[in-house]
């Protein structure tokens, strides 16, 4: 993982980003110039994967998150005056067809861009939703992922979108989180999901991030913010959309907070789920 380096600037009436107490006005500016002088990863561009029966929480949420962090970078939203340059991002909701996108629940989106294989982002994120085992048999999806991730390119994944990140085989020994009702599954065909979940699991070296799904999808959308575009933008991001309130420091963590563990009820629902959001390969 690379170590950033991060520049001081003197009291400026803004509020602390670094915790030192209520009402301090003096705030670190990350720079994101890795200390060893190598190129780090940039987040330019992501994209979003929408599906037939896709969740609307788990594919719109970390949209909007990601959307919003746009209008923090570009300086359209500033709650406080910021010595870093604009920045443009790039968000988009990609459908695998033409036409709209049908959610789980029935909710109608018209997505920004149709899949072109032959188009990278720097980050693509695959949501979960009950039309996931399905994508998780489609080549056209794991052949994107795979792509992605040959290239160097971050793949982050929420809910049972993680069983379609790991069908397309590029997880290896990688530590994942996922929702409970294919943990076992992953379990059962070798990756390393532990049965205690993290909220999220962020693996920078390997540019790998999962994520449960509902609760955690808010506060891991964030962390990928806080994380690429350092702690200023992941700050407001994150008081935008009331996560630090919700979840405080854990949400400048690549590792989130651990869930509670109900063992009986999570076997009901892996019976009930799991032959549909991670089928039989």
């Excluded at 993982?1 to 600037?9: D, F, I």
């Excluded at 070798?190 to 699991?201: I, L, N």
């Excluded at 994520?211 to 992941?234: D, K, L, M, P």
């Amino acid at each position: 993982m690379n170590v950033y380096v991060e520049r001081h600037v003197g009291d400026t009436g803004r509020p602390d980003l670094n915790g030192t107490g209520p009402g301090a006005r003096r705030r670190d500016v990350v720079d994101r110039t890795p200390s060893d002088g190598q190129a780090t990863d940039v987040i330019r561009s992501i994209g979003v994967l929408g599906y037939d029966k896709v969740s609307e929480q788990d594919c719109l949420t970390p949209v909007e998150i990601f959307k919003g962090a746009t209008l923090v970078l570009r300086g359209d939203i500033a709650p406080w005056p910021r010595e870093a340059a604009p920045e443009e991002l790039t968000v988009e909701l990609v459908s695998l067809e033409p036409g709209v996108v049908t959610m789980q629940m029935g909710t109608q989106v018209v997505p920004d861009r149709t899949l072109d294989p032959d188009h990278l982002y720097d980050l693509l994120y695959i949501p979960g939703g009950v039309g996931s085992g399905a994508i998780a048999t489609d080549e056209r999806v794991l052949e994107l992922i795979r792509g992605h991730h040959a290239a160097g390119r971050v793949v982050a994944a929420n809910c049972s979108g993680v069983g379609v990140v790991a069908r397309a085989g590029i997880l290896d020994d990688a530590t994942v989180t996922s929702v409970a009702a294919i943990g076992r599954g992953l379990r059962e065909e070798g990756f390393d999901a532990p049965a205690t979940r993290r909220m999220w699991v962020g693996d920078p070296g390997r540019r790998v991030w999962t994520a449960t799904g509902s609760y955690g999808v808010n506060a891991s959308a964030v962390a990928i913010v806080a994380y690429y575009f350092g702690r200023e933008v992941g700050t407001i991001v994150s008081m935008m959309f009331d996560t630090l309130a919700g979840i405080g420091e854990a949400v400048f963590d690549p590792i989130g907070p651990q869930f509670f563990e109900h063992e009986a009820l999570e076997s009901s629902f892996q019976d009930l789920f799991q032959p549909m959001l991670l089928p039989p390969e």
